[in-house]
Structures are given as structure tokens and as C-alpha cells.
């Protein structure tokens, strides 16, 4: 089957640094995403990786490793205002269509 | 301009019952996409409509189902509701192209969902 792995809950103090990681095992795997989600907010985009290799988009960046079906999203100087859950996501499938979850990293910043 | 749009944003329904859900995706983009989130199993992929055609399917029973208009408004049908479809359920649009620097990034607008109470 398909499937994504990532930790359950992340806890960080403000202006730390704090990675979460996901492995997956998903059949014509395109692309790695990452999506962020406040409560009772809709999933907004953070990142994708389509090749191996960091991207850094500002205080958040994504890593991919395809050899090792790993990636992860690294947040710097957080905030806390990044309390929420982070989903990673596998782009899949004929052409790239589907897009299958993991089951969300909660994030708690504290001060 | 206009984000996704979903339609009702509440709703109680009781076991046994169908229920139709709409979205509305933003202007221009024509692949709608939707997916249930629960507490416990995150976002789970329902399909995926592209040109009035659905191109993929998650690993949900057929009492799940959607179409896709002209207009590339989505809708889609839960019959016969069971406890367990109490869900969030969530629209996501993107302009799905064949290639390009963007083509399949994974980058979906997410609307704020619909959320079904089954009682």
C-alpha cells in the first residue's frame, strides 16, 4: 500500500529550530509537499520537492532524499504563530495527480 | 481572486441519509480534488476530477462518489450515511498542467471544508 510516516506531536520553544521528518512508501512517487494547517483552517502549502536536495522558502525549508524515501521540513526562528499541524504529502500516481497524507505533525511552540 | 469554495460549511445529518457536498474551485484551475480529514487518520484522498472525468480514486466504498460540471464545479455524494463518515470534508483545487517548472507540484488550495456531523 501507500503510505507516509511522520511523528505525532513536536514540542519547541520560540526562536528554535525544530525538523520534522517523513518517510514514505508510495508507487509512482513524484514529489514530495509539505502542508501546514492551523485549527479549524484549511491546509495551506509550504513546499514541494520534486528532485533530491534542500529547497528554502524563507524560514522553512524541505528536504528530499528519494534514494532513502525520506524527507523532511525545517523550521527555523520559530514563532508561535507556527503552532499547527504540518502534513507531508507524496504526489503520485499516472501523471502526478494524487496526493496522499501522512497523518500530520502536531507542533507546539511555547514561549 | 476567489478562494475554493465549499458549500454547506455545517451539517447534520443522521445513519441512513445521503448527502451532497459542492465546491467550487478557484477561477481557471480545473482539477478538483477531495479528501476526508478525522482526528485519527488525517487527510484521506477521495478522487480526483479533471475535465469533468475522475482520474484517481482513494480506497473508500462506493457509497462515496462525485462529479465534476463544465464549469469545473465539483460535487460530491455520500449515500447512506454511517457514524463513521463524520468527517471534515475538504475541496482542493489546482491548474493542473501538462508540463512546466509547476506541473505536479503537489501545490493544492485547500477550501475551508465542509464539516458532517452523523448522528
Known amino acids: 500500500g501507500q503510505s507516509l510516516e511522520q511523528p505525532s506531536e513536536v514540542t519547541a520553544v520560540e526562536g528554535a529550530i525544530v525538523q520534522i521528518n517523513c518517510t514514505y512508501q508510495t508507487s509512482g512517487f513524484y514529489g514530495l509537499s509539505w502542508y501546514q494547517q492551523h485549527d479549524g483552517g484549511a491546509p495551506t502549502f509550504l513546499s514541494y520537492n520534486g528532485l533530491d536536495g534542500l529547497e528554502e522558502t524563507g524560514r522553512f525549508s524541505s528536504f528530499l532524499s528519494r534514494s532513502d524515501s525520506y524527507g523532511y521540513l525545517l523550521l527555523q526562528e520559530l514563532q508561535m504563530k507556527d503552532s499547527a499541524s504540518y502534513f507531508c504529502a507524496a504526489t503520485s500516481g499516472q501523471a502526478g495527480t494524487a496526493l496522499i497524507f501522512g497523518k500530520g505533525t502536531t507542533l507546539s511552540v511555547s514561549s | 481572486k476567489a478562494g475554493v469554495t465549499q458549500t454547506p460549511r455545517y451539517l447534520i445529518k443522521t445513519r441512513g441519509q445521503q448527502v451532497t457536498l459542492s465546491c467550487s474551485p478557484i477561477?481557471?484551475?480545473?482539477?478538483v480534488s477531495w479528501y476526508q480529514q478525522t482526528p485519527g487518520q488525517g487527510l484521506q484522498f477521495l478522487f480526483e476530477y479533471f475535465s469533468e472525468t475522475q482520474r484517481n480514486k482513494g480506497n473508500f466504498p462506493g457509497r462515496f462518489s462525485g462529479r465534476q460540471f463544465s464549469n469545473s464545479r465539483s460535487e460530491m455524494n455520500v449515500s447512506t450515511l454511517e457514524l463513521g463518515d463524520s468527517a471534515l470534508y475538504l475541496c482542493?483545487?489546482?491548474?493542473?498542467?501538462?508540463?512546466?517548472?509547476?506541473?505536479?507540484?503537489?501545490?493544492?488550495?485547500f477550501g475551508e471544508g465542509s464539516r458532517l456531523t452523523v448522528l
Open positions: 482542493a483545487s489546482r491548474h493542473r498542467t501538462s508540463g512546466g517548472k509547476h506541473a505536479n507540484t503537489g501545490e493544492l488550495f
Open positions: 477561477s481557471g484551475h480545473r482539477s
